[in-house]
């Protein structure tokens, strides 16, 4: 499939990862969502709300990718979402996945790159942090494009030292943990819960998710997993589960260590939060800042890598120019998709009327955004996951979801909770998300002969050639 004997054959993706890599690539794509963005959680609900709102959103990852997981052994694709609901759906439906998909993955790094300028401004205060962030975006967009292996190599790296440094994190404020401290003023500024919490815990659940946010971009690299019916589900299931062990344990020793007020709405909460422990001038603390920027490139270098993949498979089924399907005949990399995709972040940095939305900074929006893109790629996947199960009943399926009917609707049930509490409590993002839909729509209808040209792409094998092998005799 992925080698090719005619002399004129475009290049193709490679398999070359395993489940190590995979399970790397899984956390890593995630884990800058422990380092920033979930305080701003705290400011809408406050500590004790918003634990209960991460429990939750928690409980919606690990029924998701349980049955996420489902979807990706039995349709190993680039496309990820976009190939599973094209496969349930049809054209239309594989345009909402790989639309929603594109939106959280392109919108996540210029957040995350923010945090990077953010956190190195702690250390030189006199850099500007968007331009760290540009520079970000230049060096890792460079060690993408040098080929899948050293980039998902370097990701598997950079992961393993954020979670040591989360770690060191966790034991470093220990001693200045306070039970007392978290729990004051947890429900929303009140000791106590009340209805009046309410509002703030479904305000905070983008934040929540930030969490765990792009965990499934794993997906995205199937067609350069070796044996992905095995090794994906080994590194979804790892994954999910080290990142909420991680999310709960950050969160717990943040909130008890003072005010936790003052880390609210703020890129940098883990060095505040230590620095209250061990001082300003603390050895300890100038390795957190350090250390703890691999969490944030492990998350922005993965991500970077998931939304090429799926900017290079919706140019390769036609939903985008076809020149963003292009794969360097020397790397085996798609060069001018994680170009594109670099083009769009940058500009997301500087766009400061965004600060203006919701009286929120220019992050927690950012987030936001991604997080639309996420929550409606989840519902759909879910839809398509039910679809498939009674269209298809032979398809090959290596992984089935555990206790199906009940967990794929658990996913999908709290997700479109979240879907509408995040509506309701940011309707200017929300209509912005939708005119960008509708943007894009336009283009999908008026580019329909790009998808008839790229159905006869060997590359593009989303329904025939997979339903055909679903009935192989003796399969």
Not at 421 to 443: C, D, E, K, Q, V
Request: aromatic share 12%; glycine share 10%; hydrophobic share 55%.
């Amino acid at each position: 499939m992925h080698t090719t004997s005619a002399p004129d054959a475009r290049p193709a993706l490679k398999r070359t990862l395993g489940s190590f890599h995979l399970w790397g690539i899984a956390v890593g794509l995630v884990i800058s969502g422990e380092y920033f963005g979930w305080s701003y959680g705290w400011a809408q609900a406050g500590t004790l709300g918003f634990l209960v709102t991460a429990l939750l959103v928690a409980t919606m990852y690990c029924a998701f990718i349980f049955s996420f997981t489902e979807l990706t052994t039995a349709i190993p694709h680039a496309g990820g979402p976009f190939a599973y609901a094209y496969r349930a759906f049809g054209p239309t439906g594989g345009f909402i996945a790989g639309f929603a998909t594109l939106v959280e993955f392109v919108f996540a790094p210029p957040a995350i790159a923010m945090a990077i300028g953010a956190y190195l401004n702690v250390q030189f205060p006199a850099i500007n942090p968007k331009w760290v962030a540009v520079g970000a975006y230049l060096i890792f967009m460079t060690l993408n494009l040098l080929g899948v292996s050293l980039a998902a190599t370097f990701e598997l790296l950079v992961t393993l030292l954020a979670i040591f440094e989360l770690l060191v994190f966790m034991g470093v404020v220990a001693p200045g943990f306070d039970a007392a401290n978290f729990m004051q003023g947890g429900w929303a500024g009140s000791d106590v819960f009340t209805s009046a919490a309410l509002p703030g815990m479904f305000a905070a659940i983008p934040f929540a998710i930030w969490f765990f946010l792009a965990i499934e971009g794993a997906s995205m690299a199937a067609e350069e997993a070796r044996e992905p019916q095995r090794t994906i589900p080994r590194a979804f299931i790892g994954g999910i589960l080290t990142l909420t062990l991680l999310a709960l344990g950050v969160m717990l020793f943040a909130g008890g260590v003072g005010e936790w007020r003052q880390l609210a709405n703020i890129n940098d909460p883990l060095p505040q939060a230590m620095k209250r422990v061990v001082g300003s001038d603390s050895g300890w603390l100038h390795m957190l800042v350090w250390l703890g920027l691999f969490g944030l490139i492990a998350s922005f270098h993965g991500i970077i890598m998931g939304y090429s993949r799926q900017i290079f498979a919706l140019a390769r089924a036609g939903y985008l120019p076809a020149r963003l399907s292009a794969v360097n005949g020397r790397f085996h990399t798609p060069h001018w998709a994680i170009l594109a995709g670099g083009v769009v972040g940058i500009a997301a940095i500087f766009s400061d009327s965004l600060v203006t939305l919701g009286g929120l900074p220019l992050t927690a929006n950012i987030v936001t955004m991604s997080v639309f893109g996420a929550i409606v790629m989840y519902i759909i996947s879910m839809a398509s996951l039910f679809r498939l199960r009674r269209r298809e009943p032979l398809l090959i399926r290596p992984f089935r979801a555990p206790l199906y009917p009940l967990l794929p609707a658990l996913a999908l049930g709290l997700a479109v909770v979240c879907l509408a509490a995040m509506i309701y409590y940011n309707p200017l993002l929300a209509l912005i998300f939708a005119a960008m839909m509708l943007l894009a729509y336009a283009w999908y209808c008026i580019t329909h002969h790009s998808r008839r040209a790229a159905a006869c792409d060997p590359h593009l094998q989303i329904a025939e050639p997979l339903k055909a092998a679903a009935v192989k005799p003796g399969k």
